[in-house]
């Protein structure tokens, strides 16, 4: 149905119009969705619902796809990150170095261990935490570096971790968005002491809930980790610490087992789309993502940035182009961090107001993306 509403001379079609979002998770479960059902169903009759043998394959098969010596499942990538810094033995009156450009989660979780999160500027172009940002704010209160690989794509990992060293700092991965991304042929999550990982359903490799897991170099960390994840203790009636209850479940595992064989075609197909859009969008206001050519970006977001985001906004409205604001404004600026209220880093301020987030999934089709991109294009 090609209706009058049309822009510049083009005219859209209303009904792909309508039926756009920013992500479109049905589409993934019908591809997969036989594969699922049955083995879902076997977990299901089997009567083991917790650490069973669909989490033991599920982690098997994720330490050998992320090249780490030990992986741990658990509830969520927010789990991740608390139970890392745990690990660390990270707590009151220790600080850690982060980026103020990222969800929430990833300084909440130093907050909630009872570190205190201290914001280093970003690089405007990657959106990722500038390791030359880093130095100057060590303190003999600093513990470790918390570098977040945002939209899909890893921040100077070596540097980072380079810095972390130099100064005896633990360095912790959020790879929240990054599964399966690579930073000079290297996974991210192995160039950090700890890797944390999200299987929340719209991340590279999502399941149908929560889920996370934790990668770890180092044994001893490894079997803090695994008492962490319950109660403080591996074994019936043990209980060393203070811990969580905080297991992937045996369904999650079951489905994220199963998309974990396809992980590579899934995020071929999120590099697929950025390229087009690549290729397509033609408009001096818009600026596309910068891609680092040291690392591979797995593109679990398309951030662009605009000088007037507020008058982009209004054209993507008025033909119904969904997209998403991640993230309207720096970590220290939301009301739980009231007593941040100094804070002022210029980079991070400006690209704040600048991104915008395009629809962007591996079975997102071209005839969207061409919609999308031709409306950009009309953007004066
Ligand atoms: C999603 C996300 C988290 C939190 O993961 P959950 O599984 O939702 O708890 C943490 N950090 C970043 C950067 C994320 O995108």
Known sequence: MWTKSSCCGKKYNQETLKKMKTFDLTKQYKIFEKDIKKRVLKVFSSGSYILGENVKSFENNSRKYLDTRYVVSCNS??????????????????????????????SEAISLVGATPIFADINPHTFNINPKKIEKLVSKKTRAILSVNLFGQACELDKVSQIAKSYNLSHIEDCAQSFGATYKEKQTGSYGDIGCFSFFPTKN?????????????????????????????????????????????????AILDIKLKHINKLIEKRID???????????????????????????????????????????????????????????????????????YLPMVEKVSKQCLSLPIYPELELKDIKTISNILNDYK
């Open 205 to 253: 490799l999502g399941c149908f809930g929560d889920g996370g897991l934790v990668t770890a170099k180092n044994k001893r960390i490894y079997e803090l980790l695994l008492k962490l994840r319950t109660h403080g203790g591996i074994r019936r009636n043990q209980h060393d610490m203070i811990g969580y209850n905080s297991r992937l479940d045996e369904i999650q595992a």
């Open 273 to 343: 789309v950025a390229e087009s859009y690549y290729k397509l969008i033609k408009n001096e206001k818009i600026r596309l993502p910068f891609k680092d050519i040291k690392g591979k970006h797995t593109f679990n977001q398309f951030t662009i940035r605009v000088e007037n985001r507020k008058k982009l906004e209004n054209h993507l409205k008025k033909y119904k182009i969904p997209y998403g604001i991640y993230y309207p404004k720096p970590i220290y600026k939301y009301k739980a961090y009231a007593n941040y209220k100094d804070n």
């Open 77 to 106: 990538g927010t789990d991740a990150l608390v139970m890392s810094l745990r690990a660390l033995n990270i707590g009151q009156n220790d600080q850690v170095i982060t980026s103020p450009f990222t969800y929430f989660a990833t």
